[in-house]
């Protein structure tokens, strides 16, 4: 599954989340985005619930790894989906909302459950115009 700022790509059981953005915080956005894709079309989620995350990590790959993290969590123990994010780093903390609603078997057909973001295939990069952001998410 692809769109114009995240990716999905294939490794091994696991799926790949990438994202892409003008800016870091974006990027990181779009990965989030991606993770959702992973488990229903984001486009079905609706924004009714905001919730606000914030985490630190001493590099920008195990910031994303934190970030994604967070949001698995958010969604394991409040049953939520998301399916929008607005992101701001800064010296290694993110803060961060992500906007969502409560699992609905029915409407969002859950694929399957992410369990979390791994260090494998992890990287954040900045080229001339475009930041990326990609881990390997276990499912």
Known sequence: MVSSDWE???HGADIGVR???QTKDVAF???????TA??????KVAADVEVDISCEAPDDELLLVEWLNALVYEMATRHLLF????????????????????????????AVEVKGATYTALKV?????????????DV
């Open 125 to 137: 990069r900045h080229d001339t115009s475009t930041w990326m952001a990609q881990c390997i998410v």
């Open 29 to 35: 956005e779009q990965a989030a985005m991606a993770m």
């Open 83 to 110: 399916g929008r994010f607005e992101v701001h780093t800064e010296n290694g903390a993110l803060h961060a909302k992500a906007w969502g609603e409560k699992v609905d078997r029915a409407k969002h057909e859950p």
């Open 38 to 43: 992973v488990i229903t079309d984001p486009q």
């Open 19 to 21: 994202g892409f953005g």
């Open 8 to 10: 999905l790509f294939e």
